[in-house]
């Protein structure tokens, strides 16, 4: 059974950073393509960043150059470095997990394991 949970998430002003986490159970970060997605009220889910099996990652142009994507396999986590926050990256923030090939990997419908998200707001 594949469990998801994620940390990190918190009150930041505008310009500073967080690092948010995903611990998942059931699972090898390093069989899984993992990712990081968003949701803000009245939007619909986007993809953030993700690190395939492979280890090529991918991220929404509105992150690119802020955000980093890692894997730790020793400490079976993964984790979201999220630097010069912005206001407009305020949302909850949901881990996601997919064994199969994800030939798009930040699409909401490749993943099957969701955890149920942590609070990221900036101000």
């Known amino acids: 059974h594949v469990q998801l949970v994620e940390s990190g998430g918190g009150s930041v002003q505008a310009g500073g950073s967080l690092r948010l986490s995903c611990a998942p159970s059931?699972?090898?970060?390093?069989?899984?393509?993992m990712a990081w997605f968003r949701q803000s009220p009245g939007k619909e889910r986007e993809g953030v960043a993700a690190?395939?099996?492979?280890?090529?990652?991918a991220y929404t142009d509105s992150v690119k150059g802020r955000f980093t994507i890692s894997k730790d396999n020793a400490r079976q986590t993964v984790s979201l470095q999220m630097n010069s926050l912005r206001v407009e990256d305020t949302a909850m923030y949901y881990c996601?997990?997919?064994?199969?090939?994800?030939?798009?990997?930040?699409?909401?419908?490749?993943?099957?394991?969701w955890g149920r998200g942590t609070q990221v707001t900036v101000s």
């Open positions: 996601a997990a997919e064994p199969s090939p994800v030939p798009q990997p930040l699409a909401l419908h490749e993943y099957r394991h």
């Open positions: 059931g699972l090898s970060v390093s069989d899984f393509s």
């Open positions: 690190i395939r099996r492979d280890d090529l990652t």
